[in-house]
């Protein structure tokens, strides 16, 4: 007993003993109210993930504590972020579906030593707010800098922009205005509408108004994304031949069934496509399908949440289940994997993930439903955010 204890007690001085733990992982998203389904394909990513790898990590067993946050709320996802922490001793905070959320957890992290894991929020700056902090989604400068090629490579030369007035909607704007010019084409407007806008026709009669060939257009997924696609439609600018340019947020697979016909058709460009053909996405798909119960509500959300579920796993396998932010984070710069949309990498200077990004159009199934069906790959895209930043 003596020399178990004498042996014990030396392990944990050089640091490596090992015991059985529970390791908490507090995950902050909307998992109520309108932005609920983005919420529930956070869980569906993570269930599959350990339906897939199992609930444990070495000796240590893996407990998810979700926190829900509507709406951006930074107020909200402070106070939650500090009672995970505080409270519930989480040794690792992750989600964060809006950017003002994730800004405003980011400054407990240094001192609480916990990383953040961003499964979705995409304004580039994020990373730049802590060392803690690694992303597993998309920034906005990142999948909106490749439609701009695609608009002027397609023969439009004017566009008018309309953003969500807060940061991936600003970084949308930069990025497409930047790739768009450069291409040689002109942003002749550029909207700025309130993250709360919901009735778009006055939108739809300003692009009418500008004269411009098409639209680039930014909003985060949701009724938001919903209501303007919708509203685009109907308000026959697509009739009038007004083209339609935006990121993927925009055409996401849980609207499709109701934007029906009239989403066929529409290119965009992302990271992530529930379509996506391999191996790897298919096993995820089935398993995430499994958990979220009914396949028409799967969408990108589910695989920021997966991979970021591999990160943390990762973190948790080079700490030993240690509290180490530092070293947590350190272990997963420059980490590659195959990810359900292709190969990935968390760039080591950023903290942000490296990936192909797809230009896709709204397709037809044999079986009636539409899907995003990708048509051309822009190979290991970094995130130009950050380097225009600087
Ligand atoms: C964000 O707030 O960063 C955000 C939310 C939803 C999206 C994209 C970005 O679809």
Do not use: C
């Amino acid at each position: 007993m003596k020399t178990f204890t004498i042996a014990a007690l030396a392990a944990a001085l050089l640091g490596g003993v090992a015991h059985a733990d529970t390791i908490k992982v507090g995950v902050v998203g909307p998992f109520s109210g309108p932005f609920a389904l983005q919420g529930k394909n956070f869980k569906a990513g993570i269930d599959a993930y350990m339906a897939l790898n199992g609930n444990t990590v070495g000796d240590d067993t893996i407990e998810i504590i979700y926190r829900d946050i509507p709406t951006a709320d930074p107020a909200q996802s402070k106070a939650l972020s500090q009672e995970l922490v505080v409270k519930e001793g989480v040794q690792y905070l992750a989600g964060f579906y809006f950017t003002p959320d994730a800004m405003a957890a980011t400054p407990l992290l240094e001192q609480a030593n916990v990383p953040m894991v961003v499964m979705n929020a995409a304004t580039s700056a994020i990373v730049t707010k802590s060392p803690y902090v690694v992303r597993t989604s998309f920034t906005t400068w990142q999948t909106s800098t490749p439609i701009a090629k695609v608009a002027f490579d397609g023969g439009t030369k004017k566009v008018i922009s309309v953003v969500s007035d807060y940061g991936p909607g600003v970084d949308a704007e930069a990025a497409f205005k930047a790739g768009f010019e450069k291409a040689g084409g002109a942003v002749v407007e550029a909207i700025r509408m309130p993250l709360q806008t919901n009735d778009f026709s006055p939108i739809m009669q300003r692009i009418k108004d500008s004269g411009a060939e098409g639209v680039f257009a930014f909003l985060p997924s949701g009724p938001t994304t919903l209501g303007f696609v919708k509203a685009f439609n109907e308000n026959g600018l697509k009739d009038a031949g007004v083209k339609f340019f935006a990121p993927g947020d925009l055409t996401q697979e849980s609207d499709l069934p109701a934007l029906g016909e009239s989403a066929l058709g529409l290119q965009t460009t992302f990271h992530y496509a529930v379509s996506h053909g391999s191996a790897e996405n298919k096993k995820f798909v089935e398993a995430a399908v499994k958990a979220i119960g009914n396949p028409a509500e799967l969408s990108f959300p589910s695989v920021g949440a997966y991979d970021g579920m591999h990160v943390i796993y990762k973190m948790i396998e080079a700490t030993g289940g240690e509290q180490d932010a530092a070293k947590a984070v350190e272990a997963v710069k420059g980490l590659s994997w195959e990810s359900p949309r292709g190969p990935v990498t968390i760039d080591p200077e950023s903290r942000h993930i490296t990936q192909n990004i797809y230009l896709r159009e709204v397709a037809k199934a044999e079986d009636g439903t539409y899907y995003n069906k990708e048509i051309q790959t822009f190979e290991k895209q970094g995130d130009p955010g950050l380097a225009a930043a600087k």
